[in-house]
């Protein structure tokens, strides 16, 4: 089955950066469109970000436009999300999502990382 791992979470000050990666195993991940799910505690899921099979098409949240950037890199099955000027309400955990055709709809779910932005 597909896989999906997250990585680069943590802890950071607000206004300060982080670079969330995603690894997909097991799939055709070119052919895949990707996506980026948060959820904060007490709220429901919300897509923040996704991205086509090619990198010309995008969508971003409102909340989080000019702030954050998907980014894929194909040969390396791994697709990005670099998040600047962060605000205490990015802080959730963030899941790498797999899709088939555009606009993303979810097939497959990465475990989540955590981000947190806090002074």
């Known amino acids: 089955h597909v896989q999906l791992v997250e990585s680069g979470g943590g802890l950071v000050q607000p206004g300060g950066s982080l670079r969330l990666s995603c690894v997909a195993s097991?799939?055709?991940?070119?052919?895949?469109?990707m996506g980026w799910y948060r959820q904060a505690p007490g709220k429901e899921r919300e897509l923040v970000a996704a991205?086509?099979?090619?990198?010309?098409?995008?969508y971003y949240a409102d909340s989080v436009k000019g702030r954050f950037t998907i980014s894929r890199v194909n040969a390396k099955n791994t697709v990005y999300l670099q998040m600047n000027s962060l605000k205490p309400e990015d802080t959730a955990v963030y899941y790498c999502?797999?899709?088939?055709?555009?606009?993303?709809?979810?097939?497959?779910w990465g475990e989540g990382t955590q981000v947190t932005v806090s002074s």
């Open positions: 999502t797999r899709g088939g055709s555009w606009p993303h709809q979810p097939h497959n």
């Open positions: 097991r799939t055709l991940f070119s052919l895949s469109t």
């Open positions: 991205i086509d099979t090619r990198p010309s098409s995008t």
